[in-house]
């Protein structure tokens, strides 16, 4: 079935470093690809979608291409600040599998200052 | 709209209690997701419905849950008897048809089993 592997964490940073968080997934089909973001004590929130074969999905500085080829899509941002700490879910969506939502482990992310 | 809405948002209860989670999703949407979240194991899909109609129930830990759908604008969990284990952060979310669609995220209902 569907599935999604993201990189461990936590990911710990500085203020205005480069960040990068690996997704690579595993589906039947043409899936749509999502990254979501939850901030503590709060639910998911969509960040940014791609809907097929590199399309590139952006939102708030962060940016991912659906890479088919190499089944992945790889979350970034140029420059990060102390707000961006939060944990970030991949995700896949494919008819394949029923229009089910399939999510990775999360990255927890610390920006510090 | 308010967008998804869950009650309540905490719960304590005691173990062999029967809880009971509420969802509304949002007016219009066709799909409804049950996930439950945990350091141990993560974001879980439990269960979904399309049209009021569950479609995958197999990630239901056992079969002390159970959810249900009675029309398009509720839903609950129910988890009878409650054991500590079960205690997480359970979330509704909704979406339109579609796979380009999103799911929209309640705020969830962290339950605590003691």
């Known amino acids: 079935g569907d599935s999604v592997t993201q990189m461990e964490g936590p990911v710990t940073l500085s203020e205005e470093a480069f960040l990068t968080i690996n997704c690579t997934y595993t589906?039947?089909?043409?899936?749509?690809l999502f990254w979501y973001v939850q901030y503590p004590g709060e639910g998911l929130q969509l960040l940014l979608k791609?809907?097929?074969?590199?399309d590139k999905g952006s939102n708030k500085g962060f940016e991912a291409t659906y890479r088919k080829e190499t089944t992945s899509f790889h979350l970034e941002k140029g420059s990060v600040q102390v707000s961006d700490s939060a944990v970030y879910f991949c995700?896949?969506?494919?008819?394949?599998?029923?229009?089910?939502?399939?999510f990775g482990g999360g990255t927890r992310v610390l920006v510090k200052p | 709209d308010a967008g998804v809405i869950q009650s309540p948002r905490h719960e304590v209860t005691e173990m062999g209690q029967e809880v009971t989670l509420r969802c509304k999703p949002i007016?219009?949407?066709?799909?409804l997701f049950w996930y439950r979240q945990t350091m141990m194991r993560g974001l879980e899909l439990l269960i979904y419905?399309?049209?009021?109609?569950?479609?995958?129930d197999s990630g239901m830990p056992e079969d002390r849950f159970s959810a249900k759908m009675p029309n398009a604008s509720f839903s609950t969990l129910k988890i009878q008897p409650s054991e500590p284990r079960d205690s997480a952060v359970y979330f509704c979310?909704?979406?339109?048809?579609?796979?380009?669609?999103?799911?929209?995220f309640g705020q969830g209902t962290r339950l605590t089993v003691v």
């Open positions: 589906a039947t089909g043409y899936p749509s």
């Open positions: 419905f399309n049209n009021n109609v569950p479609i995958d």
């Open positions: 995700a896949l969506r494919g008819k394949a599998a029923g229009n089910k939502l399939t």
């Open positions: 979310a909704s979406s339109l048809v579609g796979i380009s669609t999103e799911a929209f």
């Open positions: 791609a809907t097929k074969a590199d």
């Open positions: 007016s219009g949407h066709d799909y």
